[in-house]
């Protein structure tokens, strides 16, 4: 059985940090591209940051470049996502995701498997 479990989220005040854990289990994700979409009270999920398992290659959204990096640890079969300087608009349910996909550009609509979602509230 395919899991992805969330953990990490919690309230933070503007300009601070956090970093959320995807714990991966199940199958092998070599072949897939994980990621990061969130989604907000009332607002369609919207995709944050993604990372070829194999290789390492990362792709952001415009909205969080330069702040969140996504990184993952094989031995731990983790992905993470570390946000700093957090803003009062990243607060949002956060998902882990996975596609096999050719392309880091994920489309929700394509996904695999989601995790259940980890709420990140920032306070201002």
């Known amino acids: 059985q395919v899991q992805l479990v969330e953990s990490g989220g919690g309230l933070m005040q503007a300009g601070g940090s956090l970093r959320l854990s995807c714990a991966a289990s199940g199958r092998s994700f070599s072949r897939y591209v994980m990621g990061w979409f969130r989604q907000a009270p009332g607002k369609e999920r919207e995709f944050v940051a993604s990372i070829f398992w194999s290789g390492g290659a990362t792709y952001y959204a415009d909205s969080v470049k330069g702040r969140f990096t996504i990184s993952r640890d094989d031995a731990k079969n983790t992905v993470y996502l570390q946000m700093n300087s957090l803003k009062a608009e990243d607060t949002a349910v956060y998902y882990c995701?996975?596609?096999?996909?050719?392309?880091?550009?994920?489309?929700?609509?394509?996904?695999?498997?989601w995790g259940q979602g980890t709420q990140v509230t920032v306070s201002s």
């Open positions: 995701a996975a596609e096999a996909s050719l392309t880091l550009r994920l489309d929700p609509r394509a996904i695999d498997y």
